[in-house]
């Protein structure tokens, strides 16, 4: 079957660098997504990479490698509304999304 | 700006009822999906449509139904409610197009007592 694999729980300090990585296993992904969830709120589009390599949007990068089913959210300048839940999906053939579990981001002063 | 939204934020409802969560977007986006969320669970699909009067089941499709009636109204119906149905549900539209990005709802979150 298909899965994302995430870690459940990250911390990290204020100002610094994160990374939350996202393994797969699957076949036949078109892309990988990431999504953050605030507590009390509904998910909202972070990303998406359709190829290999890095895309950056602002403070957040993601990267997708698929010959390692690999990818990962990089987020710079850590901000305390940084803190949420983090979704890694992939895009399979019918267009549907298969989600991780989430990684919920504790960001301390 | 796109919207999607959701008949209600809050709901309690007894064992046994029947129940009816309403999604309507604005964005004349082909595919609509209804999901759940439990801690810990992440988001796990219980059915999508792709189309007027499609519908596919997605991984917990059991004790739900669905109707899409118009392009825009994507409704999840429980049947008979029971507690193991209490959870956050959450509607999301999509283009059929890269990036594939999902607008979501604001969630109804559904008490069974």
């Known amino acids: 079957g298909q899965s994302l694999e995430q870690p459940s729980e990250v911390t990290a300090v204020e100002g610094a660098i994160v990374q939350i990585n996202c393994t797969y296993q699957t076949s036949g992904f078109y892309g990988l997504s990431w999504y953050q969830q605030h507590d009390g709120g509904a998910p909202t589009f972070l990303s998406y990479n359709a190829l290999d390599g890095l895309e950056e949007t602002g403070r957040f990068s993601s990267f997708l490698s698929r010959s390692d089913s690999y990818g990962y959210l990089l987020l710079q300048e850590l901000q305390m509304k940084d803190s949420a839940s983090y979704f890694c999906?992939?895009?399979?053939?019918?267009?549907?999304?298969?989600w991780g579990a989430g990684t919920k981001l504790i960001i301390k002063p | 700006d796109v919207k999607v939204t959701q008949s209600s934020r809050y709901l309690v409802k007894r064992t046994g009822e029947k129940v009816f969560l309403e999604c309507v977007q604005d964005m004349d986006h082909e595919n609509m999906f209804w999901y759940r969320q439990d801690p810990g669970l992440g988001l796990r699909l219980i059915y999508f449509s792709y189309d007027v009067k499609m519908k596919e089941k997605g991984d917990i499709p059991e004790g739900y139904s669905v109707s899409r009636e118009k392009k825009e109204r994507f409704s999840l119906i429980l049947e008979s409610a029971s507690t193991n149905q209490t959870s956050m549900y959450l509607c999301?539209?999509?283009?059929?197009?890269?990036?594939?990005?999902?607008?979501f709802g604001p969630g109804t979150r559904l008490t069974v007592t």
């Open positions: 999301a539209s999509t283009r059929r197009e890269a990036p594939y990005e999902q607008y």
């Open positions: 999906a992939g895009t399979d053939s019918n267009y549907q999304l298969i």
